[in-house]
């Protein structure tokens, strides 16, 4: 690496020199003893329509326009799928059939970290791969920035760790190179240190920019939630709804193998044309999911879910679900690619109408989709 200044030679140094033979320090930390969190109660609870609107309007979950309204989003007229209207962005190629997606992703697996910081890494790198999947596109590679607190006590130097591991491990699983990173430590106050947040940028390749998809869906598409289930208490460990009540502690878990075989399935589906929406549960869960395919379409839905755990079946944060909306003649098709891939997947309702309505566990939430948008667009 050489670096010149007014035209002179001021550095040379070996490439070497910052990577295999850079200075390193050693680092071991120690685990906190895990709480249970008492999540039981309030998986139990019957939600409401309120606890909707409420996590539609947090600052975690709402409308991010007036932030991205001030820089240029269309830059080089390459963007077909612009901020809020899919989970990723995605650039053409010019000249080419292909497409770029981009997603960076992070907000949940801070409030993960804190209670687990394997599972807030890995997830961070699962959700990014998601993210640009549900656009179609192929995850092939990531770039990562870990925030944390000081490397040098027991507690740092584990979360630290910890989520390294969870990040290695969800990439060998994608087949992900991390062809970059930083890290930002040391961030602590007198009140201590920030909670743990890796924070991960990926990219996916579309072959052919014509199977892109977006999260809206249309009139009498069958609605389908793909992945493993999480309406148990657990998955509420970490989540937006139970952070905002105060309960942050819990035992958050996940099947990583099979949250990765989501974010695998959803190109082929795309490229096949058997999917023509698509939309990750992720902060505020399937119901913040829901809502915000509504919001897309202008269109409602009539769902069902049965479960015991009500509240945490609409509000839990697990990754490695996705709400897929299908023409009801390509279900048959759905069925099969997500059989042969091993992945789970089932229909829980239909779109249509103005309002989504909601039943789950015998309880019913309704709301006009117009009255959705105007909590989501809740100004910051």
């Not at 895990?34 to 709402?62: K, M």
């Not at 240190?193 to 892109?212: A, F, H, K, N, Q």
């Not at 279900?331 to 989504?356: F, K, M, N, Y």
């Not at 309704?366 to 959705?372: F, I, K, R, T």
Request: glycine share 12%; aromatic share 4%; hydrophobic share 45%.
């Amino acid at each position: 690496m050489r670096c010149h200044a007014g035209g002179d030679l001021v550095c040379r140094v070996p490439g070497r020199a910052l990577a295999d033979d850079a200075p390193r320090y050693d680092i071991s930390g120690v685990a906190p003893p895990a709480i249970d969190g008492g999540l039981e109660t309030l998986a139990a609870d019957a939600p409401t329509i309120t606890t909707l609107l409420e996590l539609l309007a947090a600052p975690n979950a709402r409308d991010r326009k007036p932030i991205w309204r001030r820089y240029d989003h269309m830059n080089g007229t390459n963007t077909l799928v612009g901020p809020g209207a899919g989970d990723a962005a995605v650039l053409r190629l010019k000249g080419t059939r292909r497409a770029l997606a981009l997603a960076i992703d992070g907000p949940g697996p801070a409030r993960l970290g804190a209670l687990d910081p394997y599972l807030a890494g890995a997830s961070a790198v699962i959700e990014g791969a998601l993210n640009v999947a549900t656009s179609g596109a192929v995850p092939i590679g990531i770039t990562d920035c870990l925030n944390f607190g000081s490397p040098e006590t027991d507690l740092g130097a584990w979360q630290l760790e910890r989520a390294i591991d969870g990040i290695a491990d969800a990439c060998r699983l994608l087949d992900l190179p991390v062809v970059s990173g930083n890290v930002s430590l040391y961030n602590e106050t007198p009140d201590g240190p920030i909670l743990p947040t890796p924070v991960v940028g990926t990219i996916g390749l579309l072959e052919d920019r014509e199977t892109t998809i977006g999260m809206a869906w249309r009139e009498g598409h069958e609605v389908w939630l793909i992945g493993e289930p999480a309406d148990d208490p657990p998955a509420l460990a970490g989540s937006e709804l139970a952070w905002r009540g105060g309960l942050r502690d819990g035992r958050p878990v996940l099947d990583l193998a099979a949250a990765a075989a989501v974010a695998r399935v959803l190109p082929q589906l795309a490229s096949e044309r058997v999917i023509d929406a698509a939309h990750d549960a992720s902060v505020g869960g399937l119901g913040v999911a829901l809502a915000r395919m509504t919001i897309a379409a202008g269109t409602g839905a009539d769902v069902v879910i049965d479960t015991e755990w009500p509240t945490a079946a609409l509000f839990g944060e697990r990754t490695g679900r996705v709400v897929v909306a299908v023409d009801a003649a390509m279900a048959p098709r759905l069925r099969e690619v997500l059989t042969a891939a091993g992945v789970a997947g089932r229909r829980i309702g239909t779109a249509g109408g103005s309002a989504l309505l909601v039943m789950v566990a015998g309880t019913a939430l309704q709301a006009e989709a117009d009255v959705l948008e105007r909590a989501w667009r809740t100004a910051f």
